[in-house]
């Protein structure tokens, strides 16, 4: 169970060996890109160039079912785009009239525009995870407990609670089986599953509660907060900075492409999609300014 969990674990990739704050630029100028594009062939490069970084930083199967989850969530945007939209010229099918939602004319320009959108949800929800599972989120966290220490804290703590809760769930899970009659099934199942693990985590949170106190958490302001806080700052590895090469890069090359047209998609009311040469010029530079950090492995044992 715990192996199908999106959460952080240090392991040896260069993605894992860059600091939080870089590794977070870079994922920002992904889904900053992702948005900007509206080129099919540039979302689908992004897509691939996505799903490369996570094997590159050795997160490639939890990835994959993040992309299943993904999914599961893209369907329906067309499908609900496909029968709410009344904008294309090029109807496919005819359902007459429905009503309040007026003609029902299925049209291939909703359809393409759905895929377009569905394309970017999967692109956001990839990124998010592979940020999730190869950026330290405790050493973002130390980057804003200056301005709330007492937030900063509490984020640790509750990202930490997840695989904890992981293993009670799955303990727990284990011995309602091994009882004479077996687990309740259904529904009764898991809401006493539930239950337990709930349970379990309050009394968790009174003991760490507590042992924060004995440590001097509820004192005064500026008491035992200073320790920590100090040392010497790490200078920029070679990761760092090509992944901030990267992270300009795939900035760069989507405001390009969207201003100067190269990446320009239109589908209402009619599809207009051009697939120049500088379309597929744009799509390789995107695929080579995400990958080229992950070619430099040297110096990222965890």
């Not at 079912?65 to 609900?80: D, G, N």
């Not at 990446?263 to 300014?289: D, K, N, Q």
Request: charged share 15%; glycine share 10%; with cysteine.
């Amino acid at each position: 169970m715990i192996g199908t969990l999106l959460f952080y674990r240090r392991i040896a990739s260069p993605l894992h060996a860059t600091r939080a704050s870089v590794g977070a630029a870079w994922a920002l100028s992904l889904t900053a890109a992702a948005l900007i594009l509206y080129h099919p062939i540039c979302l689908l490069a992004l897509l691939g160039a996505v799903l490369c970084c996570g094997w590159g930083a050795g997160v490639g199967p939890r990835l994959a079912r993040s992309l299943r989850t993904a999914t599961i969530v893209a369907l329906p945007i067309v499908l609900v785009n496909v029968l709410v939209s009344r904008q294309g010229l090029t109807v496919f099918a005819r359902l007459g009239d429905l009503g309040p939602f007026g003609q029902g004319d299925l049209t291939v320009e909703a359809v393409a525009y759905g895929g377009v959108i569905a394309l970017k949800v999967t692109l956001l929800i990839l990124i998010t995870a592979l940020a999730g599972l190869a950026v330290d989120p405790d050493e973002m966290l130390r980057m804003f407990r200056r301005l709330s220490f007492r937030s900063a804290l509490t984020a640790t703590l509750a990202t930490r609670m997840i695989p904890v809760l992981s293993v009670d769930s799955q303990r727990l899970a284990e011995a309602q089986r091994t009882r004479p009659g077996g687990a309740p099934g259904g529904a009764r199942g898991r809401v006493a599953l539930l239950s337990a693990v709930v349970g379990g985590s309050l009394d968790r949170a009174m003991d760490v509660a507590a042992t924060l106190e004995v440590r001097g958490f509820a004192a005064p302001r500026g008491a035992g907060r200073g320790r920590g806080r100090g040392g010497p700052r790490r200078s920029l590895s070679r990761h760092d900075i090509a992944f901030a090469a990267s992270a300009a890069a795939v900035l760069a090359l989507a405001i390009v492409g969207r201003l100067t047209g190269v990446a320009a998609f239109s589908c209402y009311p009619r599809i207009e999609m051009p697939a120049a040469a500088g379309t597929l010029a744009l799509s390789v530079a995107l695929i080579a300014a995400t990958l080229l950090p992950f070619c430099d492995r040297r110096g990222i044992d965890p």
